[in-house]
């Protein structure tokens, strides 16, 4: 059992239009962090339903909060906005679809108790796989794109997984810097501009969506390559 004075711990999870997923992620991460002291607050932009669906949730259980916004806000500015009211010591991001295993999420602690600033969950370390990437062109597109990263970003060779979107952060780290989030990557944006000194890998496998449409399209792959352009030109 961990001890009394165990970090506090925000697990934030970005929705959009996830129906069917909100309970059993919360029931997931609720038993992988057991008795901890944890909560999960989702960053939803829905509009079909989920938003009731956690809604109802959050009045169950004080350990479930809601950052709604009624416009789209994308995935990366749902995130930052509610990192702005989270004051727990750390932060998990994670995607609400379940491909991101809360099974992980004792090592992604365990890794940032030991002195981690930022813990990523990788699937390119070794141990890791991407069963979730649905065809050859999304995992050629995701390698390629985390090899431009690497190269054209210093900061993002820290990591074999710099594309990641699970990932656990010593909120500290974020003290007086300023996120410019672009689309959907926000690991990146933290490693540029968070004061980060060091980042360990835990591999993991990236599971299949099972409900719920994708929310990726081709217009991302244009917006991050924006990304990547203003972060070498910060
Ligand atoms: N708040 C918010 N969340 C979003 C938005 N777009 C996507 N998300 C969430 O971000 C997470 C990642 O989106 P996905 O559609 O699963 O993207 P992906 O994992 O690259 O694609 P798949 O492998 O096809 O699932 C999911 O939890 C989405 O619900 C958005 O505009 N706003
Ligand atoms: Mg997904």
Partial sequence: MP???????????PTFNERGNPGPLVEQVSAALADRPFRIVFADDSTDGTTREIRDLARESVTISL????????????????????????????????????RLLPSLIATLT?????????????????????G????????????AARLLLPQARQTTDPMSGFFAIRRTILDGATLQPVGFKILIEVLVRGHVRRVVDVPYTLDRRTRAASKASPLEG?????????????
Avoid: K, W
Wanted: charged share 25%.
């Fill in 136 to 147: 050859p062109i999304r995992r050629l597109v995701s390698r390629q794109s985390t090899r």
């Fill in 67 to 102: 950052n709604h916004s009624s416009s789209r806000r994308g995935l990366a500015r749902a995130v930052v906005e509610t990192l702005a009211d989270v004051t727990e010591e750390f932060v998990v991001i994670m995607d609400g679809d379940l491909q991101h295993p809360p």
């Fill in 114 to 134: 030991a002195g981690a600033d930022i813990a990523v969950a990788s699937r390119y370390a070794p141990g890791g796989r991407e069963l979730g990437l649905s």
């Fill in 222 to 234: 244009v917006r991050f390559l924006r990304h990547l352009v203003r972060l070498r030109a910060p």
């Fill in 3 to 13: 001890p009394n004075d165990a970090p506090t711990i925000a697990v934030i999870v």
